[in-house]
């Protein structure tokens, strides 16, 4: 069962409830949404593709990074994935602590480490009729083959 | 096994993003010198069949079930290959 990763709507109050601590003076709630825009082009469609089992095991690693690194008390990461509408819901944080400067900086933590490393993608459709996957950031950049050297040097 | 061993040589490969346009779908199979074979020797293949795909090859990580793997690790008949090109979620 897949326990970060959902094709189905995010809904932030049951993830609110499920961190509730009387431990905890801070929340902080990142969310991703789509926008309209991106680099000056107008969205009209949007759609998520992801390597599940991957993706599981690196949002459930992130979320104890965050805890080892940070002084804080839960941090809970959901991403959605499919098809999107503008103004979507496509990822959330929600991250619990004593103090209110360990939660912004964990929860920024959180979202940066999900951009780089969780085998998610992005493909936008535009309103001029052009469709391209988002320019995204490498998983690892160690490639020693021929086959990398060669493309390195197209 | 096959007639001419053929399907033997072949590695199931899984291309997601990027790849998976250039590659005109998810899933493909691709044939190789022998078994096992290394990750390396699996895209080269790939990108002898599908010469679009060799320029997004370099900045494409590879993963065996849950695991990223390097360039040098090796693939038995049965083992799918899953390529992940550069990441964009959030």
Same mark, same amino acid.
């Given at each position: @069962?897949?326990?970060?990763?959902?094709?189905?709507?995010?809904?932030? +109050?049951?993830?609110?409830?499920?961190?509730?601590?009387?431990?905890? &003076?801070?929340?902080?709630?990142?969310?991703?949404?789509?926008?309209?825009?991106?680099?000056?082009?107008?969205?009209?469609?949007?759609?998520?593709?992801?390597?599940?089992?991957?993706?599981?095991? @690196?949002?459930?690693?992130?979320?104890?990074?965050?805890?080892?690194?940070? +002084?804080?008390?839960?941090?809970?990461?959901? %991403?959605?994935? &499919?098809?999107?509408?503008?103004? $979507?819901?496509?990822?959330?944080?929600?991250?619990?602590?004593?103090?209110?400067?360990?939660?912004?900086?964990?929860?920024?933590?959180?979202?940066?480490?999900?951009?780089?490393?969780?085998?998610?993608?992005?493909?936008?459709?535009?309103? +001029?009729?052009?469709?391209?996957?988002?320019?995204?950031?490498?998983? %690892?950049?160690?490639?020693?083959?021929?086959?990398?050297?060669?493309?390195?040097?197209? | @096994?096959?007639?001419?061993?053929?399907?033997?040589?072949?590695?199931?490969?899984?291309?997601?993003?990027?790849?998976?346009?250039?590659?005109? &779908?998810?899933?493909?199979?691709?044939? *190789?010198?022998?078994? #096992?074979?290394?990750?390396?020797?699996?895209?080269?293949?790939?990108?002898?069949? *599908? #010469?679009?795909?060799?320029?997004?090859?370099? %900045?494409?990580?590879?993963?065996?079930?849950?695991?990223?793997?390097?360039? $040098?690790?090796?693939?038995?008949?049965?083992?799918?290959?899953?390529?992940?090109?550069?990441?964009?979620?959030?």
């Amino acid at each position: @069962m897949l326990q970060h990763v959902t094709d189905q709507s995010l809904e932030l +109050d049951p993830l609110l409830t499920q961190t509730e601590s009387e431990e905890c &003076g801070a929340l902080v709630v990142f969310g991703g949404t789509v926008r309209l825009y991106n680099d000056g082009r107008k969205v009209t469609d949007i759609n998520y593709s992801v390597y599940a089992p991957l993706a599981e095991k @690196m949002l459930s690693e992130i979320e104890q990074e965050t805890l080892r690194r940070f +002084d804080i008390v839960r941090c809970e990461i959901r %991403h959605r994935v &499919g098809d999107l509408e503008i103004g $979507d819901l496509s990822v959330v944080v929600v991250v619990r602590a004593a103090h209110r400067a360990a939660a912004f900086e964990a929860a920024r933590y959180a979202i940066d480490t999900v951009k780089h490393q969780v085998p998610i993608w992005k493909y936008e459709v535009y309103a +001029d009729g052009s469709s391209a996957y988002v320019k995204g950031c490498p998983l %690892h950049n160690e490639n020693e083959t021929e086959t990398g050297q060669e493309a390195a040097a197209e | @096994m096959s007639a001419d061993g053929a399907s033997d040589r072949q590695i199931g490969v899984e291309c997601y993003g990027v790849l998976q346009q250039v590659c005109g &779908g998810r899933e493909r199979r691709v044939s *190789v010198a022998g078994l #096992p074979a290394t990750v390396a020797d699996v895209l080269e293949g790939l990108a002898r069949d *599908v #010469p679009d795909a060799r320029r997004y090859l370099q %900045h494409t990580a590879c993963a065996i079930g849950d695991r990223i793997v390097q360039r $040098d690790a090796r693939l038995e008949a049965g083992d799918t290959l899953v390529l992940l090109p550069p990441v964009s979620g959030g």
